[in-house]
């Protein structure tokens, strides 16, 4: 089984472990909570003695060079990447939290524990992507998990002292170059975009058709249209004071000339005797 550090860059989807992303018959999951639940229960309840065993650790204390001792640790912790720096590197941090654990005078099972504990770390930073501080309480609950005696939800491998000094440790450090390790096997997705025949372009609007004029209707009459002709309030109030105007010129000009017959008879009247 490939290790899911193995880096490279990708223009797909990000997969961390594509195995975890496949199903029976090599189907694509479609139940993200049903593969969390899967993988959750294939992982080891405790990480003591899970990828380095008791015979791996007799050979590394075996080994006669730093070479031969990280091959070994390349072994254990299924390191299958290709020769370069990213395999360097990863042999070189589980490499030198080996040596932690031997200048602390750590039991077997505190060094194997310890070990699978960073690769766990490891692992889910670059599956999650996470940043420092949810690595760093990830961490702590692995740590703490292997350090408190509460059966069956702890298991007390490491005394207080151990946990302090692993803390000191791996915050100086693994997370003080947190950003590299993320940076060497974080996965990345580029996407190249170019537009270069021009048939792949969208061809051009086509112009408006004219219509012709025994299309035409009158506005008026078009239902869709009658709330912009009819009339506001302020042109039906002008409307009704015209027509009351209207109506009351006659009556005002039939009593002006009432008032005016008399005058005219008087004026007329010497006119007579005349």
């Known amino acids: 089984q490939r290790s899911p550090l193995q880096p490279h860059t990708t223009n797909t989807k990000l997969v961390t472990n594509p195995l975890r992303a496949m199903g029976r018959n090599n189907q694509p999951r479609d139940d993200p909570e049903g593969d969390a639940k899967i993988a959750l229960a294939k992982k080891p309840l405790f990480l003591y003695f899970t990828d380095v065993t008791e015979e791996d650790l007799a050979r590394l204390a075996a080994a006669p060079t730093k070479t031969d001792a990280k091959r070994i640790l390349q072994e254990c912790m299924k390191i299958d990447t290709a020769k370069g720096f990213r ?40 599956e999650k992507r996470q940043e420092v501080e949810e690595s760093f309480d990830f961490y702590k609950q ?18 207080f002292e151990d946990v302090k000094a692993s803390m000191d440790y791996v915050h100086n450090t ?12 974080m996965r990345h997705c580029n996407l190249h975009f170019a537009t270069e025949a021009p048939s792949l372009v969208a061809p051009l609007v086509l112009p408006p058709t004219p219509l012709h004029w025994s299309e035409e209707v009158d506005p008026k009459l078009q239902p869709e249209l009658a709330s912009l002709f009819k009339p506001s309030d302020v042109d039906i109030a002008e409307a009704e004071l015209r027509r009351l105007r209207g109506e009351a010129t006659p009556e005002e000009g039939e009593a002006e000339g009432e008032s005016k017959q008399p005058g005219e008879g008087a004026e007329s009247k010497p006119k007579e005797q005349d």
Do not use: Q
């Open 142 to 159: 692995l740590l703490l998990k292997h350090g408190l005696e509460r059966p069956p939800w702890s298991y007390g491998i490491f005394t």
């Open 87 to 126: 395999t360097e590197i990863l042999a070189d941090m589980h490499y030198h939290n080996y040596s932690f654990c031997v200048s602390r005078g750590f039991t077997n099972a505190k060094i194997s524990t310890f070990l699978s504990i960073m690769k766990a770390v490891l692992e889910e930073a670059l």
């Open 174 to 185: 693994f997370f003080r170059h947190y950003r590299l390790y993320m940076y060497t096997y």
